[in-house]
């Protein structure tokens, strides 16, 4: 009985190991949390999504969920509130891309033993903000980019990439909405009390 108890044990251990993963990061949500909603003058918004993600590498989009192009148009309808009688506003996004780099290795016995940067993740954004108000002929177009990067090491595991993707993705979209909130705030009228 003590024979069969062993290898048992020994294989009860060794699943264990293997099934024992970590959780996998949550995806990206925009939240009034996160962001507070701008009233804005004018009746609707329209967002145009021109950028057209490739799907080949360095280009890791197309494998994020929700798309990179789907948090920015989140983002705008929560954020951008028309709030006002008349006008447009039209948010077109011209570039929503995330891409992983192979960054080269240093040779060498001193370098063999440690972790190195082995990836580069950058997310990119850019889009125009064009508001359209008929009454008072009043008109604008303010132009919006953002970007984030971070390198991960050797040793990261799926969910540790995926983890630094969706750091990025948040951190690039802060930055285009505070860039959209500073250059609105320069134009009269357009934000409603």
């Known amino acids: 009985m003590r024979k069969t108890a062993f290898p048992l044990l020994f294989l009860a251990v060794l699943a264990s190991a293997c099934t024992g993963t970590t959780t996998a990061p949550p995806q990206v949500t925009v939240t009034e949390a996160d962001f507070q909603s701008l009233p804005l003058n004018a009746r609707r918004l329209e967002i145009i999504e021109n950028w057209q993600m490739p799907i080949k590498a360095p280009y890791i989009g197309h494998l994020q969920q929700p798309y990179p192009t789907n948090v920015i148009s989140t983002w705008a309808s929560r954020v951008l509130t028309p709030a006002g009688g008349s006008g447009e506003l039209i948010l077109d996004i011209s570039r929503a891309a995330v891409t992983k780099e192979k960054l080269p290795q240093e040779v060498g016995i001193t370098n063999a033993l440690t972790d190195q940067q082995d990836s580069r993740i950058r997310v990119e954004f850019e889009a125009q903000l064009m508001w359209l108000?008929?009454?008072?002929?009043?008109?604008?177009?303010?132009?919006?980019?953002?970007?984030?990067?971070?390198?991960?090491?050797?040793?990261?595991?799926?969910?540790?990439?995926?983890?630094?993707?969706n750091d990025s993705l948040k951190i690039a979209l802060a930055g285009l909405d505070r860039q959209a909130r500073a250059e609105l705030a320069k134009l009269d009228g357009i934000i409603l009390p």
């Not at 108000?133 to 984030?148: D, N």
């Not at 050797?154 to 969910?159: G, L, M, P, T």
Request: hydrophobic share 35%; glycine share 6%; no cysteine.
């Open 133 to 165: 108000q008929p009454v008072g002929g009043a008109q604008a177009m303010v132009r919006l980019s953002s970007s984030h990067s971070v390198t991960i090491p050797e040793s990261s595991s799926a969910n540790d990439v995926q983890r630094a993707v």
